[in-house]
């Protein structure tokens, strides 16, 4: 027997290509605004001797801004190196079940990656025809659930009520409802966290507050849950957020007003899209995030990505049953739109 029969082996997560060359980069949606001014003044102003010390292991610089913001108490808060972080101790903690854990079949490719690694076992459900969860598939017997609301990468939003109803069922299981695009437009589930001990609701600041590169992510639920959550993480790695994170995060989620401008502009760019991608002939569904999942009808998806690639456009394709159709293309500026739809414009009607 040889060493690498007992290696941990995983095929692992693939993430959208962050190219070195300048490009239109709508592939990963990540926010094409910088973060507030008032992150840039933190970081103008950070002592470097701070770093000499371990930051706060709890991150309560951060978590306590959380909480004020959303109108809970600090003990409802956990956050992470982004949602990804968060998602994964998550698992960890609370899908330790023989049972299956629910997702949908067209979903964030995260999710069954996380499940393969920590040997959870897991079942697809599948998506109506128009991308939309069916909640009677979230009925069985099962070890957890987790989706995301607004989903990936189709765009579509589900209703408070229709999670409600789901979290209902499942008094057995954590209920997980990762809101990493929640902010676009849809309405956060947050208000049942008071009525539902086994609700975690998972946000994260890299797409509305523009801070994918500073990594975080962030958990609300009972204090139970995330007391739970907290145990695990502190049994792999105390000190996992660094110190000018927790304060620049504290800051940009005090910095409402340019959130909400950032948003808005987000969304108007995204609606105008709607109307240009209609004129080329693309079929999508209406989004309520941050990218609009988009099928082209005069020409192959797969060939338009390439086409876009070779123009220095990057947008997402997947080569998978159901989306092979389509390109994932993240709301950029209106400028960066503008050129997306003239070089579409050439490669559908070339
Ligand atoms: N959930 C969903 C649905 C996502 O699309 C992403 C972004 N790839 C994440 C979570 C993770 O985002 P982050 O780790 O940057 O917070």
Same mark, same amino acid.
């Given at each position: ?29 990540e926010n094409p605004y910088p973060p507030s001014p008032g992150v840039r ?11 000499? =010390?371990? +930051? ?64 959870? +076992?897991?079942?697809?459900?599948? =998506? ?148 240009? =991608? ?68 050439a490669i559908i009607n070339g």
């Open positions: 027997m040889g060493w690498e029969d007992n290696v941990r082996k995983v095929i692992p997560y693939v993430p959208g290509e962050q190219p070195k060359d300048k490009v239109i980069k709508l592939n990963t949606n003044d933190i970081i103008d102003n950070f002592n470097i001797s701070d770093m000499r =010390l371990y +930051p706060p292991p709890d991150a309560d610089i951060l978590t306590g801004a959380v909480a004020e913001r959303y109108n809970l108490e600090k003990e409802q808060i956990f956050v992470g190196v982004g949602s990804d972080d968060v998602i994964s101790m998550a698992f960890l903690t609370f899908f330790n079940s023989d049972k299956p854990i629910f997702f949908p079949d067209i979903t964030y490719s995260f999710y069954d990656v996380w499940a393969d690694v920590y040997r959870i +076992p897991y079942e697809t459900k599948p =998506l109506n025809p128009d991308f939309t969860i069916n909640p009677d598939d979230y009925r069985g017997e099962n070890g957890g659930i987790i989706f995301p609301n607004p989903n990936a990468p189709t765009g579509v939003l589900e209703s408070v009520d229709m999670i409600e109803d789901i979290v209902k069922s499942n008094p057995g299981s954590v209920v997980m409802i990762d809101e990493a695009y929640i902010d676009f437009g849809g309405k956060s589930c947050l208000e049942l966290i008071d009525k539902y001990e086994n609700l975690l609701v998972i946000q994260t600041f890299s797409k509305s507050r523009s801070m994918a590169g500073m990594r975080i992510g962030f958990a609300m639920g009972s204090k139970k849950l995330i007391k739970y959550m907290n145990d695990v993480k502190f049994s792999i790695n105390s000190y996992t957020m660094n110190i000018l994170t927790q304060i620049c995060g504290a800051q940009a989620i005090r910095d409402e007003e340019y959130f909400r401008n950032t948003v808005d502009k987000i969304i108007s760019t995204r609606e105008r899209s709607k109307i240009r =991608l209609r004129e080329l002939g693309f079929e999508f569904t209406d989004s309520m995030s941050n990218f609009i999942f988009a099928k082209p009808t005069e020409k192959p998806a797969a060939f338009v990505f390439e086409e876009l690639k070779k123009r220095k456009i990057f947008v997402r394709y997947w080569n998978k049953p159901i989306i092979k159709d389509y390109l994932r293309i993240t709301v950029g500026t209106d400028e960066e739109m503008d050129i997306l739809f003239s070089e579409l414009g």
